[in-house]
């Protein structure tokens, strides 16, 4: 799904502190990406598989989103 950092941290909400390859992974959130192109990037970087990556990724970014640290777009 297509994500992206959501930019409204609720008065109920903990703010999350984010380090090393998350902190990539967080910069790589400011603009919508879907999850393959996101894999693909990191791939890059790390010179891995994309597939790895995005297996990887995928309980990542759903753990984000239910913490509301991430939006899905349309």
């Known amino acids: 799904f297509p994500t992206r950092r959501s930019s409204d941290l609720g008065e109920d909400q903990t703010p999350l502190v984010v380090s090393g390859s998350v902190a990539l992974l967080w910069e790589l959130l400011a603009d919508p990406i879907m999850l393959s192109e996101l894999a693909a990037e990191l791939a890059a970087i790390y010179e891995v598989e994309a597939s790895g ?6 309980p990542v970014l759903e753990g984000l989103h239910t913490a509301g640290a991430i939006e899905r777009s349309p």
């Open 53 to 58: 990556i995005e297996v990887g990724l995928a």
